[in-house]
């Protein structure tokens, strides 16, 4: 997150920040991002609160489980997803965010 704030802060495009591990987000959006990144690449498998499931619970998962996972506990949502409008990007890769955000976004000279 940190990396990824300060990438768009030093090319200058505004952003806002929504804290969903604070602040929550809706099954909606969660689902809309499912549909379109698939649940796979929303799911931080990594991450400590995964990590941290009993085996019944990471056996076997669904997009319908995985959503459910995601919605009730949004650590397990990987970060940050970066939404250009059209398009959404999930994790922080300098050349990827060099190559989505669009150059009228970012700041000129």
Sequence with gaps: MKKARAWLDDHGV???FHDYKAAG???DKLKQWSDELGWETLLNRA????????DADKD???ER???ALMADQPSMIKRPVLDLGPKRV???KPDLYA??????ARKKG
């Design 60 to 62: 076997g998962l669904t």
């Design 14 to 16: 505004a952003y806002d």
């Design 65 to 67: 489980k995985a959503l």
């Design 99 to 104: 190559k989505e955000v669009p150059a009228r």
């Design 90 to 92: 999930v994790g922080f």
């Design 25 to 27: 987000i809706g099954k």
């Design 47 to 54: 991450g400590t609160t995964f990590k941290k499931l009993p």
